[in-house]
Structure formats: structure tokens, C-alpha cells
């Protein structure tokens, strides 16, 4: 049987992935801070909510109207985005801090009740927070994941690294659970910042090895495979 | 169908419930079975708060649970300065059938309670940033269940 994709609609990225996203699979966005790890996952629905998909973004932190405006001013573009919000196929919505029993609360009735196909927690650093010991976390998150690869969801999970440097990172605990990790990068070169792009794993799937530029448009992110990033 | 059970004034049977709790855990794991009680909670809540409205949902979440058996339930809202964030209601429950059924517990067992709860708020208000917590529980030696109801800030 054809293994099912969910398309990113990230110019560039699909092509990096073969397809798109195994459908149902959770991954992990991962990088340094500033890099777009949350406008990543935001692209992720907005793509869906253009193909008549409900989608939910819970934020652990930042409050829903002030990641509303981020959105807007980082792309501009995107005419139908408020619009995505109001009629509820963009659900933006913050939980509980230190209460994990009112987040799984909340998604499992975005996904039963309000038929969200397409999910982004923001961010599992501060989730890691709501536990005191790695291990706690690790169970947790693995039975978080393992609830959700039961029903029809694509989740992206963001993370954030300490660093950009590539021979720095570490490996976090949900680095592990996760089917897929795509890591962003804001790197240097002559004298200047440049963003890049790598997919470090997507389980089921064959995908691009090589670190890709990206940059930010009015209309959203690109990823230009193929081309150097140094 | 506790919503139709109180119509019909039919009651929840306390042994059903207690051997489906034991056989969901053993099957599917304390995590999965726990979702699974919450999510037929909160598609029963979800229907009991069909034809409510904001005013009357407190009232209709107690007399839906006396009337199922599941235990018996007040509510009344929380003493002034003991509230978290901006509460909803305090649903007090004595003789919870689910925290009866539990065998050795060591955190609130009563998910199906909670999920009705919850879910009838969410429902009615349309509102998704409404965390129910069950702050004690008869399973854990308390003398009833405690529910606390509040919104989540944004």
C-alpha cells in the first residue's frame, strides 16, 4: 500500500521529503532561537486550512493574540490567515502551564470534537518543564505520541536547541520519540546570518541528506534544495 | 447517554463500569485506558450540554450525575480567595462509583467524571481553555471528589 503524505505546502520542503510528511506522523522542529521554528509550524497548518483541514496550534507560553500578529507581520501575504483564525479552521489557543493532564485534554477534544487533522505544540522545552525528571518526560511524551499514532493527526512538536552550531547540538529526549526531526539553522557566513534547513529523520521515508538555504518571503517560507548554504 | 439515562432515569451500573475500567487498563495501559474514560466523559458531557445554555449548565451537569448514579454531586463555587485563576464552579461528588472501583490508587481516578464535566463546559461555552481538575478523590482515602472547574488565562 502507498504510504498516505501529508504536504507540508512549504516551498521547497516537500521536494526534501519525497512527497510531504508521513500521514500521522509527530516531528519535532527543532533549533536555535530565532530560527522559525514556530512560523514553521504555523506554515504547517496554514497550508492545511487552505486545503479545508481543521488545524490546531497550542502554545505553551506565548499568548494567541500576540503569535496572531507575529504571523501577520512575518507574512504579510497571507490575506485569508485571520480569517483561517476566526473561523475556527486555525485554532490558536495557549495551555495550562505545569498541567499536562489540561493539554492532553485539550487535543484529544481538538481531535474528536473539532476534527483537527493537523496539530503543532509550541514548544517541548517548556513542556520538559512540566516534569520533574527526564524519565517522567520521556514516558509521558512517549504516551502522548503513542495516543495520538492511533488517530488521524500530523503533528509538529518545536524544540529549542541551545545553539545553532551544527557540531554543538545535543540530543533531547524527544529527539528520540519523535517519527521525524527537521532541524533549522541560523548560521554564519561572511559576516552575515544565513538560515538554513536540514531533515535529520523521517522515519518511512526516504528524504534530501543535505543542509538547504531557506529564507522567509511575504509569502512564507522558502527551502531551496539543491543549492549551497556556504 | 447518561444524558438519556437521567431521562429515563435509568442508572449507570456500577459493576459494568468497574470490570470495563479493570479490562481497559489491562488491555491498553494506565495512560490509553485514563484517555479513554476521559474521552467517554467528554463526548457525554458534549451531549448533555446539547440544549443547555451558560446559566443552567452547572445545574444540568449535577442533576445529570445524580440522576446516573455515578455518584452524588454538588456544586457551588469556590470560598473567596482559595479560587484558581477565574473559576466556573467546585463539583463536589460523595460515593463516586469510579473512585469506589479503583483498586490502589495513587493520583484521582475519576476520569469519566471529569470528562463529563469538562466537556458539558466546553460545549456550552464553546471554549477550549477550560481545565477541570479532580484536586481530591475518594480513591486516595479523601472523604468525597473534588472538582475544580476554572478558566484557563490566555
Known sequence: MALERVKTGISGLDSMLKGGIPKRHHVLIAGGPGTGKTTMAMEFLYHGAQEGETCA?????????????????????????????KEERIIITKAEKWNFEHLVDMIQSFIDHKGVTRLAIDS?????????????FRRKLY????????????????????????????????????????ILYNLEKAEKRVRAIEILKMRGTDHARELAPMKFSPNGIEVFEGEKVY | MIAMASKKNRKVDAVFLTLY?????????????????????????????????ANQIVQDIVECINASGLG???????????????????F???????????????????????????????????????????????????????????????
Open chain 1, 57 to 85: 496550534f497550542i502554545s505553551l507560553e506565548e499568548k494567541p493574540e500576540r503569535i496572531i500578529e507575529n504571523i501577520s507581520s512575518t507574512f504579510p501575504g497571507w490575506k485569508d490567515f485571520k480569517k483561517f483564525v
Open chain 1, 143 to 182: 504516551e502522548l505520541m503513542d495516543f495520538l499514532a492511533g488517530v488521524d493527526c500530523t503533528m509538529f512538536l518545536t524544540a529549542e536547541l541551545p545553539t545553532s552550531d551544527r557540531t554543538m547540538m545535543r540530543h533531547g529526549v524527544e529527539q528520540f520519540v519523535a517519527d521525524g526531526i527537521i
Open chain 1, 124 to 136: 517541548s522545552t517548556l513542556l520538559k518543564m512540566y516534569f520533574t525528571s527526564k524519565l517522567e
Open chain 2, 72 to 90: 452524588s454531586m454538588r456544586a457551588e463555587k469556590p470560598p473567596k480567595g482559595v479560587e484558581r485563576y477565574d473559576p466556573i464552579s467546585n
Open chain 2, 92 to 154: 463536589y461528588v460523595k460515593d463516586s462509583i469510579e473512585a469506589q472501583e479503583s483498586e490502589k490508587a495513587d493520583k484521582p481516578v475519576c476520569q469519566i467524571l471529569r470528562g463529563i464535566i469538562r466537556g458539558a463546559l466546553a460545549q456550552v461555552y464553546h471554549q477550549e481553555n477550560i481545565a477541570v481538575k479532580e484536586t481530591k478523590c475518594a480513591a486516595l482515602g479523601e472523604k468525597e471528589c473534588v472538582f475544580e472547574a476554572y478558566w484557563v488565562p490566555m
Open chain 2, 21 to 53: 475500567k479493570r479490562a481497559s487498563r489491562r488491555m491498553f495501559g494506565d495512560f490509553q485506558s485514563e484517555r479513554l474514560a476521559v474521552a467517554v466523559g467528554e463526548a457525554l458531557g458534549r451531549e448533555l450540554a446539547m440544549g443547555s445554555s
